[in-house]
């Protein structure tokens, strides 16, 4: 606490509540970055909810939470469109297409990779109870499905978004680090360069993109993270259930 006589510092105009190791917080880190907004980042610690989340998230009680000028922003698919619309000025990349059936297009398999391939994943790291084999297809499945849905939303270019990552690129993007980490934990091969060669390609040049290189985890730390996050979900009693 600031002594008497003392002011405490204003808080940022920008927060955002995550963690590092969380695919829904690192979408907003990278729009964030992508529009070249400063922003304060808040760490939520695992099995534990802070005051400020519970408060700012009060229905679903989860991380990431958008702070913008002290008004919650809850929900990663909703705060990227948040941000977008926000940050809407000369100079900034757009993170949704303009034309609506373009936009259309992308919230449909964004929300199709979080069906498919955020639970799949959970169950292939050992986090919930699952049929391992039966993930590893449905996330085989969707990245097929993602396969041909590049080559029609790119029409030839580097990205989902076309010049520039965008709204799908971050959804897909954002689980990138725990693909590369459940092939460590399942042993099983997820991104294939002979299966998926499109992706592949994508995913190098998606990590390369400079809002992306100093938010996304290395696949080690996430590997120790995921053995972390077991351990405290058993002590909680809550292991293979929930994350």
Same mark, same amino acid.
């Given at each position: 606490?600031?002594?008497?006589?003392?002011?405490? !510092?204003?808080?940022?105009?920008?927060? #955002?509540?995550? +963690?590092?190791?969380?695919?829904? =917080?690192?979408? @907003?880190?990278? /729009? %964030?970055?992508?529009?070249?907004?400063?922003?304060?980042?808040?760490?939520?610690?695992?099995?534990?909810?802070?005051?400020?989340?519970?408060?700012?998230?009060?229905?679903?009680?989860?991380?990431?939470?958008?702070?913008?000028?002290?008004?919650?922003?809850?929900?990663?698919?909703?705060?990227?469109?948040?941000?977008?619309?926000?940050?809407?000025?000369?100079?900034?990349?757009?993170?949704?297409?303009?034309?609506?059936?373009?936009?259309?297009?992308?919230?449909?398999?964004?929300?199709?990779?979080?069906?498919?391939?955020?639970? !799949?994943?959970?169950?292939?790291?050992? #986090?919930?109870? +699952?049929?391992?084999?039966?993930? =590893?297809?449905? @996330?085989?499945? /969707? %990245?097929?499905?993602?396969?041909?849905?590049?080559?029609?939303?790119?029409?030839?270019?580097?990205?989902?978004?076309?010049?520039?990552?965008?709204?799908?690129?971050?959804?897909?993007?954002?689980?990138?680090?725990?693909?590369?980490?459940?092939?460590?934990?399942?042993?099983?091969?997820?991104?294939?360069?002979?299966?998926?060669?499109?992706?592949?390609?994508?995913?190098?040049?998606?990590?390369?993109?400079?809002?992306?290189?100093?938010?996304?985890?290395?696949?080690?730390?996430?590997?120790?993270?995921?053995?972390?996050?077991?351990?405290?979900?058993?002590?909680?009693?809550?292991?293979?259930?929930?994350?």
């Amino acid at each position: 606490m600031a002594s008497s006589g003392e002011e405490q !510092a204003p808080a940022a105009a920008v927060r #955002v509540l995550g +963690g590092w190791a969380s695919h829904y =917080a690192i979408r @907003v880190y990278v /729009a %964030l970055k992508l529009k070249g907004v400063e922003y304060e980042f808040q760490q939520e610690v695992v099995g534990s909810k802070s005051e400020l989340l519970l408060k700012s998230n009060p229905v679903h009680k989860k991380i990431p939470v958008l702070l913008h000028h002290g008004k919650p922003v809850a929900e990663s698919m909703v705060i990227l469109q948040y941000i977008d619309e926000i940050w809407a000025f000369d100079g900034a990349p757009a993170i949704l297409p303009a034309d609506p059936y373009a936009r259309a297009v992308q919230r449909f398999w964004a929300q199709y990779v979080d069906d498919k391939i955020a639970p !799949a994943s959970v169950v292939l790291r050992g #986090v919930v109870n +699952g049929d391992k084999d039966e993930a =590893a297809a449905q @996330v085989s499945a /969707a %990245l097929q499905h993602l396969e041909e849905a590049f080559v029609k939303c790119s029409q030839g270019k580097s990205y989902f978004g076309g010049d520039n990552i965008g709204f799908l690129d971050i959804v897909l993007g954002s689980h990138l680090g725990w693909l590369k980490a459940v092939e460590e934990i399942a042993g099983v091969k997820v991104l294939d360069e002979s299966k998926f060669p499109e992706l592949t390609a994508w995913a190098d040049r998606f990590y390369a993109h400079h809002a992306v290189r100093e938010v996304m985890p290395e696949t080690d730390r996430l590997v120790q993270f995921n053995t972390y996050l077991i351990s405290v979900l058993k002590a909680k009693g809550l292991f293979g259930s929930h994350v």
